[in-house]
């Protein structure tokens, strides 16, 4: 599944140069995320001359907007790929309310030994990562801000994530995002297409230290490799076709 996720500052604003989306401004570097968290995400926004990007932040972690007690409802972080277009959680979201969640990279834990050891997942090039992802916006019954919130979506992993973990993010290609993000598009089957696994050869995971097991820490020291031991080579990397 996803987590943990980073997201840095150049990341974002590179995004959002590339989508002409407005909102990046004021986003620091985060090493850590984790749900409950607000994260930065892009959406379409119709307005008086038509659809637009922005970029907004939400809280992470779902809560659809009929839920009636938001302090003791479910607020999954993640929703699987293959029941988006038939669960009642998500099967709204899905059809009108897309989102694309930036990122660095994102952490799984593979387990070693008896210990569960995290790796970062990043792409090769260094390109920011898109997440495929789903918001919904929430109000209580007292007057009062709407709350939005967020999930991403997972499928099945790719030849280099299936040792660590059976679940990877939905990463859209560049080519896909605008049309993840087109509101006229409300077809499952138009979108089903574009939640698979992303290429392994176009992705790197590196074994990193166990600062980020916990989430007080949120610091560049959260992505520094490991230091090889075990299984792990002169590198610090693990045999993962890296």
């Not at 995004?15 to 968290?37: D, I, K």
């Not at 997942?121 to 260094?126: H, I, K, T, V």
């Not at 499928?155 to 509101?183: G, K, Q």
């Not at 598009?185 to 089903?192: E, G, I, Y």
Request: glycine share 8%; charged share 20%; proline share 10%.
């Amino acid at each position: 599944m996803c987590y943990r996720y980073v997201l840095q500052k150049e990341a974002l604003e590179a995004l959002a140069a590339r989508l002409a989306a407005p909102g990046a401004v004021g986003w620091r570097s985060r090493y850590n995320l984790a749900p409950g968290a607000s994260v930065p995400v892009v959406r379409s926004r119709i307005g008086p001359g038509g659809a637009s990007l922005e970029i907004v932040n939400l809280r992470w972690g779902l809560l659809p907007a009929w839920t009636k007690e938001a302090a003791t409802a479910p607020a999954p972080a993640n929703a699987r790929a293959e029941s988006l277009a038939s669960r009642p959680l998500f099967r709204e979201a899905f059809r009108r309310r897309r989102c694309v969640v930036p990122a660095s990279g994102f952490y799984e834990w593979r387990g070693l030994g008896g210990h569960r050891k995290p790796n970062l997942c990043r792409l090769r090039d260094g390109a920011p990562m898109c997440f495929a992802g789903l918001w919904e916006s929430w109000r209580g019954p007292e007057a009062g801000p709407a709350v939005e919130t967020c999930a991403i979506i997972t499928v099945p992993p790719n030849e280099l994530i299936r040792p660590i973990h059976d679940r990877m993010p939905a990463i859209l290609m560049p080519e896909e995002v605008l049309c993840w993000l087109d509101p006229r598009l409300t077809d499952s089957r138009d979108l089903a297409p574009l939640l698979h696994p992303f290429a392994g050869e176009a992705m790197t995971v590196v074994p990193v230290t166990d600062r980020v097991n916990n989430t007080r820490f949120d610091d560049p020291a959260c992505i520094e490799p490991a230091p090889a031991v075990g299984e792990e080579g002169e590198s610090g990397q693990l045999a993962l076709g890296i």
